[in-house]
């Protein structure tokens, strides 16, 4: 009888050990995907998300409002931007190259290192627009409003050099450099 007794016993308590254990394998699943959230939700906090760059070459935008949105790294190869509002769009390392800007609004738009290599813009809108380092190797620049533009770093050839020299005034509120500095039209002659 004793013997029945301690067999149920051992019984009883490898069945709650066995209940235990598969308890504390829940629990620690429980805890290690809790802390992996924790973690995760810290990072992404800590660390956002860089914008998305998105291709839009050879894209027909014309006409499209884009104020203020961010094209950082984007590629806009060939795109046509025409007559577009691009208040403010922020395209920093964006590649341009060859983009139709005509009547395109890009007032205080950010340029910074963009390529901008054969872009054309007939009568574009480049007030206070930052484009500090841009590539703008064969990019036409005609009857386009400079006002405020910082030119800050970007080649150009002579006679487009020579003609945003004849329109350059103001100074761009967000370098604080004046535009005539920035295109260095004294140093040049112009």
Do not use: H, W
Request: charged content about 20%.
């Amino acid at each position: 009888m004793l013997t029945l007794l301690t067999s149920k016993i051992a019984i009883a308590l490898k069945q709650a050990r066995g209940e235990f254990a598969k308890a504390g394998v829940a629990l620690g699943l429980a805890l290690m995907l809790t802390s992996g959230l924790i973690l995760s939700l810290g990072a992404t906090l800590a660390f956002p998300a860089p914008a998305l760059a998105y291709n839009y070459s050879r894209a027909i935008m014309d006409g499209q409002d884009f104020p203020n949105d961010d094209f950082a790294g984007s590629n806009f190869s060939m795109a046509k931007l025409r007559r577009s509002d691009l208040t403010g769009t922020n395209f920093e390392s964006a590649n341009l190259f060859g983009a139709r800007m005509d009547d395109a609004n890009l007032t205080g738009a950010n340029l910074r290192e963009a390529t901008l290599d054969s872009a054309l813009m007939y009568r574009a809108n480049l007030t206070n627009a930052d484009l500090t380092g841009a590539y703008a190797m064969n990019t036409v620049f005609d009857n386009v409003i400079i006002n405020g533009a910082d030119f800050t770093d970007v080649l150009l050839e002579g006679q487009v050099l020579k003609g945003l020299c004849e329109l350059a005034e103001g100074t761009n509120p967000t370098t604080g450099n004046k535009t005539r500095d920035t295109l260095m039209c004294d140093d040049m002659g112009f």
